[in-house]
């Protein structure tokens, strides 16, 4: 172990964010601890996890140091560790007032932290009214922590083809990092702070009880996915769900383009974007095909209408699309070949500079372009084609980034998968349970449909989990990152 | 349809080829048809596709031209075309004496000639010797077929990679185009004739019955997998499942390097190799992990003993990697956790230069190091990584090539899936049809499984199964450039 330790004056960055993180989440749990009494719930966890919360957090911030301008391995190896150690502080009050194990209360919190939205909660009963807004706030914080990151860390590192997607959009590219940082903060808050505002405002207006409002709005915009009743949007009336499906698809689109369009009034770039475009064709075109099989294929207690059948085949959709992982219907009790259409939006993953997961709709594009001129190579080899994405023409740099981020995420999805259907002797939980956890998106099928709840699945499963969860939420490559020699010896150095 | 029909000077090398092809298997269809006259048989169908191979063979000979030397997207198209024409001719047996609908017995024909060996008979007793015996020497020659074309065309045309996976091995790409076939043809025959008898005696010594020996040798050598016995190799003593274990692993190693072996008896090239000896490794690792679950996990009517557990593991892990698809126990009854293994290796598919499908250890190697090192660029993006697989530098060129033929091979196995799991309304079967056929593997599991046929599938699922085994076969590329206007242009001008 000793060996391997990182030299502190090389992570000068990374204990002061973590400082300033871990005192915020403590500041906050001391908040829900006053809120929690005031409601006459006593939920000692919050007190624990402030205490630990600010104490680290000066701690961690007296280690570190603002100023410091961090390296390149500094910021991927940054970024991995407090996704991890975040999650790690966040499960306390579900461990200590949730009535859950440490390692559920750690899925919770990451699957959290994430946005992911799977649950190992079983007993929606036994929690009360802070321990269900601590896990949709964390979400919420999740959500717009990893767009931060996105606009300013990684889409400045480059990494799995992240130059494409942000860079000409928020102008903070060329300035030092803690600025850089802020100004993507703010502009992120200004746009999640309203959006979240109008949700609430909309579930409200269409009936849903006003806590519930409040959590599930601060659950939707981030793609998230918690809702603190156990049968998600199933138990609003239609209009809160067709609510859900407008805010859920904005929650699938660029932050950029939605500030333009929300903020600045400017509607033609959002029309004009290439993957915004071909994101709404690929929710309109599975919807629509969706419910036309929910339509013809009629099965024992479900005999939806024409309209029933088009909300829940636009609810779906768009939530498994956009991971965010509602479900306005059991959708583990359907026909498998409607599950398949749910199973195979699950991939597409919304667009980049959302808090979407999954591959993303322009990565695909991307791999698109590049598998028609590696065709046209077959025919052609010493031709110089160029890659497009609509007209912006694609780097060699891009092309090969995001090649390899379907790789990685390809390996990690299959070896999941195949370790997760050898320990729960299932295929279906093993590929949805892999499937889910890596593009974040919350629920599976079988037993852990979106009615359902991993708290039953072995330990060393919910391990992988985890792991996948938090993996897939960072773009895999600081997580592959950990595995390489290379990364410590450049900590060292 | 008038506007995209190449005009026919341009197809001078793919009309010669084809009425060579075409001539060849009417006369081994005549003498099949002699052979079951003798035998008390009267299988007409021989004697119907026989005066329509050597009436259209003679035909399109004279429409071709010898000596033509074809350009890249005729030697493309050629065989594409080729591969589709074959099976069309080759079904007409099957579908006059066989007692099936044309559909089957394509199926059945496409399923031969690509090796795949996934079957739509389901009466087993009402074939006759004849059939069985042009059921076998199918796969043969699709077998043989295809390594020919992958050491003078395939590698030639440098397309999907393999440039780096036959170029230095063959040494006759610099001669023109028919005297390159014919030398080639002549090292894969000598191979393949050696190997096929010694199987077959092998098989014989082993207590099977003689002209199950035969066809079974047949369809080891090219990774092809039919066999005359409904309960595939689960009919024979475990002698002969060793054997087919060891017949199975040579067919999946490089035929270049099994020509320096047996033919040249130089050893080291085949030892040294780093994709036999991954090849390896992953074969003993897989059927150990394999053994060790079975070992473990008895489930009713299967309580195998070590030597049982080792022997049924070797040779249907053998099976699925190499693309086989023989069964030595109807693995579809196994537990999920063991067929997962068994599905992984269905993916992994065996050495380059082999008659084995699917996407193949090389391939695996060259994606392993492109995510590898677009990982260290995250660190450090500009510097010059070399690509190595073993001890050789990997070229841009292969590298992109490899990344785009994993793409077409991802898209089409998940389109696939999605197509038939809507049609046949069942995952298991969706997945593990598409996986086989695309991989031409033969089984899946469910109803499709080892002992099971994909006889009762819907027409369009069986349709959409011929195309995916076509494509698969020839490397997807040649299909896809179907879809290219460009393709077609080029065919024109
Ligand atoms: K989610
Ligand atoms: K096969």
């Given amino acids: 172990m000793r060996k391997i330790t990182p030299r502190r004056e090389n992570l000068d960055f990374a204990f002061y964010f973590l400082g300033v993180v871990y005192l915020a989440l403590g500041l906050v749990m001391l908040g829900l601890e006053v809120l929690s009494l005031l409601l006459g719930e006593t939920p000692w966890g919050f007190l624990v996890g402030s205490v630990l919360g600010i104490g680290l957090g000066l701690l961690f911030r007296r280690l570190g140091d603002a100023r410091s301008e961090p390296s390149r391995a500094e910021a991927l190896f940054s970024l991995a560790l407090i996704w991890l150690l975040v999650p790690l502080l966040g499960a306390v009050p579900f461990w200590v007032s949730g009535g859950m194990h440490y390692l559920d209360a750690l899925f919770e919190a990451m ?29 919420w914080f999740g959500g717009v922590g990893i767009l931060v990151l996105l606009a300013s860390v990684l889409s400045h590192l480059a990494i ?46 269409a009936g849903m009880p006003l806590f519930e409002a409040v959590c599930n709005a601060l659950t939707t915009l981030p793609a998230a996915g918690f809702s603190p009743n156990p049968q998600s949007f199933a138990a609003y009336s239609p209009l809160a ?88 219907a059991d959708f583990a009790l359907w026909a498998p070949a409607a599950q398949a259409i749910l199973v195979l939006a699950m991939f597409v993953g919304g667009c980049s500079g959302s808090g979407a997961g999954g591959v993303k709709v322009i990565r695909w594009l991307v791999i698109g372009a590049l598998a028609r001129r590696e065709l046209l190579r077959a025919l052609q080899p010493q031709a110089v084609l160029t890659l497009r994405v609509g007209s912006k023409v694609l ?30 002797n299932d295929y279906v939980l093993g590929l949805t349970a892999s499937a889910q956890a890596i593009g974040n ?32 939420r960072i773009e895999l490559i600081p997580v592959f990152l950990l595995l390489t020699p290379e990364l410590w010896r450049r900590l060292r150095s």
Same sequence: chains 1, 2.
Avoid at 461 to 466: D, M
Wanted: hydrophobic letters at 50%; glycine letters at 8%; a neutral charge.
């Fill in 395 to 424: 780097s060699e740099d891009v092309m090969r980034s995001v090649a390899g981020f379907i790789t990685l995420y390809v390996v990690l999805f299959g070896a999941s998968t195949v370790a997760l259907t050898l320990l729960e």
């Fill in 111 to 139: 699957s959290g932290f994430t946005t992911t939205g799977a649950t190992a909660l079983a007993d929606f009963g036994s929690w009360g009214y802070g321990l269900f807004l601590w896990r949709s706030l964390i979400q």
């Fill in 241 to 328: 769900q067709w609510f859900g499906t407008l805010f859920m698809f904005l929650a699938g689109t660029n932050f950029v383009l939605q500030y333009q369009l929300f903020l600045r009034r400017e509607p033609l770039p959002i029309v004009r974007n290439i993957e915004f475009r071909v994101y709404t064709l690929v929710v309109l075109v599975f919807s629509l095909g969706l419910a036309a099989f929910l339509m013809t294929h009629h099965q024992e207690d479900m005999n939806y209408s024409w309209s029933e059948a088009l909300r829940h085949a636009f609810f779906n959709v768009t939530s498994l699309i956009t991971t965010t992982g509602y479900a306005s």
């Fill in 441 to 472: 998106v919350g629920p599976g099928l079988g037993e852990i449909g979106p009615m359902g709840s991993f708290a039953n699945l072995q330990p060393f499963s919910k391990l992988i989990l985890i792991f996948e969860m938090w993996a897939g």
């Fill in 160 to 205: 799995a083809g992240r130059q494409l997607f942000m860079a000409e959009s928020t102008g903070v590219q060329k300035e030092p990092f803690t600025p850089r940082l802020r100004v993507a903060a703010q502009s992120v808050l200004k746009v999640y702070v309203v959006l979240t505002v109008a949700c609430a405002v909309c579930y409200a207006l």
